[in-house]
Every structure is written in C-alpha cells, then in structure tokens.
C-alpha cells in the first residue's frame, strides 16, 4: 500500500514545485530569472515580484537524484578543484551548461543499465529469483545510463528530431530542469565560498552580480557598525533590483513579503519544536526533506500556510501518539551538519537498526529568520550558522541538546563544508563537557558520494550506540 502522505506534506510539495515552474514560465515569457543564495535576504526581490530560484537546493536535489557525482566531475573537469564545496561544484557545472542525461543510442533509443531497476515479487510479496540465483529486476522500473551532456551543444543542434530527442533525455526531475540565470544574488552569511562560486556564474553569464557582504561575528552581539554597513548594501540592491526588474521599489510589497518571511519563520520553528514531544512525532530526516520550503519560498505566504497546515498534522500525531518514524524510538540524537544527500538510506539504516531517532538537527532551525523591524531583520541574517562565533555556535547548540533531549550527538565531518566542520571536533569536546553526552563524527559529503564510507559510519554509530547504553546504564546506577 503506498504510504500515506498528511496534507502539510502535500502542501509543502506544492509550493516547493510552484517555484521552479513559476521561474521555467517567467523564463519561457522572457522575464529575468535569478538564482540567490539560500539566505540572502528574499524580502527584497520578493517586493519586485522577481522569479528566483535557489542553487544550493538544486545541488542538494541533484545529489539526492545520485547525480551529484557525475556533476561534480564535471566540474572538475572545467578546472574547479575538489576541495570546493560540492553544491558549488555542482552549480558551476550546471551554469556552464553541463547536464545529467538519460543516455541514447545511434537510433536514439535509451540504452537500459542492466544493473537498474527493482526486484520482482511473486503474489504473496517474495522477491522472484531467477536462473542465475539473482533477483529478477521489474522491467518498468529499470532506467537508462546516465551520461553528462552540455546543453549549449543540443541548443545549437539543427532543428528536428535528435535535437528534440536529445533535450527530452536530459533527466525531467526539477532541479536539472532549472532555468539559467539572468542575476544572480549573493549574500556571504553563509560562507565566503559562495561569495566566488556566485563570481563565477556572474562572469560566465556576463551578468549583475548582487552582493550582500555580512562580516564574520566575532561577538555574540551584532554590532552596530555592523548592521549600518549591512544596511547601507540593501539600498544598493534596491537601486539593482530597480534596473533588473524596471520598477521602483515597493514599499508595501516589501512589507508584505517581510510579513510573510517572518510568518514562514514562525511556522518553521514551531514545527522544529515538535521534536521535543518524547517520543518524537517524526525524525529530524522529516525536517531535512521540508527545508525546501524554507529556502525556497519564505518570502511567499503559500510556504507560511503549508507550514502552519504541517503544524496541524503534528499536533493531531501527538494527541494520537503516532510517528512517521518507522521504529519504536530508543536513543534520541542530535545530528550535526547537513546530510549525504546521495546516501540518505544509508545513514538511516544503521539508526534504524539501533533505534535512534534524530530529534534535533543545527541545519534545519537556522533558517528561522525573526524579527520585528529593518535593523532587527539584518540582525537576523547576520546569524547564519557559519558567520558567528564558537561561544554562540555552543550556546545554540547545547540549547537545542537540552530541550530536544538528546542522549548523544552524530557529528557530520562534511568535506564539502569545511568552515562547518572545522570547529567541530571543539565542540564535541564541549558537549561531552557541558551536557554530559556522548558524541561520534564520521567522514561524508553532502553532495558528493566519493567521500562516504557506509563501513565506516555504520561503526561509528554503532560507536555512538555503545556509549549511550553505558551512559543510560551510568545514570540509572
Ligand atoms: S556553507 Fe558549506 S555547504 Fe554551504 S555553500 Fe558554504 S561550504 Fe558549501
């Protein structure tokens, strides 16, 4: 039976699918196109009615899509190095007009991988074993290739039937359809390799870079220099979305997108604060799927309505006493860092097994821009994840540990996100210091699967496991 999906979820899908097709239309008719960073501040654009789509959701869709790898070859192969973040990687490769595609024969006909597809099952639901002692795949769901085409070639082909043949195979999932840019939007909150991966796509495209430049916090407290500096830079933007755009700014529109953002953000946390309930509603994996929205479309108030439609799915879960988390929760964690995209049934199998449930994630809260007035609202963006000191990046955290309940914490060592994992092991050493908790990291990637080892992590967990039971054992004692 397929697996029921509650009316938050089907909702958060759409408004998720309503920006990509929003941004492939307004394309198609001729309007600009931007492609932003996930927190830069969207109230902005949004009071120009401006299409905008977001890379770093792209990438992590296209890794989810296990395209991740061939992308980031791609990448390297244009002379981007290995060590830059595979979103970056994986962005670059496609603004240069590399895409994954389902691979063709001379005839045009896909060319099925043998090693695709789902194992067969007899009526009573046993996986049918075929002559050679291996599971006989289902031929409908076997897939072709995948092979890296460049779409400037297929765009230059000759009108007819191998060009229309050769777009159709390029993979039809949203994020490898995704228009190219017309300008792009930077903010550097995040980390300062966006501020030369957004460089890059400007210079390829020969087109206005817009620039949000948000100095690293070396205090708990923004200061006011700070957010005059800040400020000073949302005029320029303005003066650039006037030109990008051909209108004025809109005072009321900006408004109402600030309300909406703030709105968005609400919802947002309140359904993060349902990983308190013991035990959890669902797992923190839940939360990693529906950050879509919150990077995508804050700034709309179909995204706060969706939100607020998951809340309502929540709160009737707990009164239930049900969980979309398919195990009896034994260990509650804290995952630290954002996932392997391409490996996500790997990191849940091993938990799974040991009945941990993620119920607290850093990734997913940091998205919950709150404020009531301009100065406050660049307070907000200045505290991202990577721009704030140790002692706020502690102090978020332990919060998190504490009132989500945790008994351990998974730290995700990310090649890709080096200013991300560099203080890690830091604070690993302050968790077990302040709360008392056992941690274990392990190596991976978010979007590029060559540096995950599923052996490796599944010791770690296993690790993980030992410690909490002696922990709970410590305790009880
Ligand atoms: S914050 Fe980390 S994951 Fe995000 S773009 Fe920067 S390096 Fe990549």
Redesign the pocket.
């Known amino acids: 039976m397929a697996k029921q999906v509650s009316p938050g979820v089907l909702a958060l899908r759409k408004v998720v699918e309503d920006v990509y097709a929003d941004a492939r239309i307004a394309k198609a008719e001729g309007k600009p196109v931007g492609w932003s960073s996930s927190k830069f501040p969207c109230e902005l654009y949004e009071a120009f009615g401006l299409n905008v789509v977001y890379p ?1 959701n792209q990438a992590a869709g296209i890794a989810a899509n296990r395209d991740g790898e061939i992308m980031c070859q791609a990448a390297e192969d244009l002379g981007f190095d290995n060590d830059i ?1 595979g ?2 990687r994986i962005s670059l490769a496609y603004a240069a007009g590399k895409r994954a595609s389902r691979k063709l024969d001379e005839n045009l006909e896909y060319v099925i991988d043998p090693n695709s597809g789902k194992p067969m099952k007899d009526e009573n639901g046993k996986v049918i074993i075929g002559e050679d002692g291996k599971p006989v795949k289902d031929p409908k769901t076997m897939q072709p290739y995948t092979e890296l085409v460049d779409i400037n070639e297929l765009w230059a082909l000759p009108e007819g039937e191998e060009k229309e043949k050769r777009l159709a195979a390029i993979k039809p999932y949203r994020q490898m359809q995704m228009p190219m840019p017309d300008f792009v939007l930077c903010c550097n909150n ?2 300062n ?2 501020t030369k ?1 957004y460089e890059n796509i400007a210079r390829m495209h020969n087109i206005p870079l817009i620039m949000i430049d948000v100095p690293y916090n070396n205090t708990v407290e923004v200061d006011d220099t700070y957010v005059a500096y800040i400020r000073g830079q949302f005029d320029n933007a303005i003066e650039q979305l006037e030109k990008i755009s051909g209108r004025k700014f809109d005072e009321k529109k900006f408004e109402e997108a600030c309300a909406n953002a703030n709105r968005t953000a609400q919802a947002w946390l309140r359904v993060c604060d349902y990983l308190q309930y013991k035990p959890a509603p669902y797992s923190g994996f839940d939360l990693f799927n529906h950050m879509a929205d919150v990077v995508t479309a804050r700034g709309r108030v179909a995204a706060a309505e969706a939100f607020e439609l998951l809340e309502q799915d929540l709160a009737e879960q707990v009164k239930n006493g049900e969980s979309t988390t398919p195990f009896p929760e034994k260990y509650r964690v804290m995952f630290e860092g ?1 996932p392997c995209w391409p490996k996500l049934p790997d990191l849940f199998k091993p938990l799974k097994a040991n009945g941990v449930n993620v119920t607290a994630v850093v990734y997913a809260p940091a998205f919950g821009f709150v404020y009531n007035n301009m100065d406050e609202m660049v307070r907000a963006y200045c505290k991202a994840p ?1 721009s704030v000191c140790i002692e706020q990046g502690v102090a978020w955290r332990e919060g998190i540990c504490k009132d989500n309940k945790v008994d351990g914490v998974l730290v995700h060592y ?1 090649r ?5 994992s560099g203080y890690m092991a830091e604070m690993q050493r302050r968790f077990t210091a302040d709360l008392g908790i056992p941690c274990a990291g392990f190596d991976g990637d ?1 979007a590029d699967p060559r540096n995950f080892n599923a052996a490796q992590y599944e010791t770690r967990v296993q690790g993980l496991v030992e410690a909490m039971e002696q922990n709970a054992m410590n305790k009880e004692g």
């Open positions: 770093e973040c979103y970056a995040i980390c390799c966006m991966w954002i990577n990310n890709s996100c080096k200013p991300w978010q």
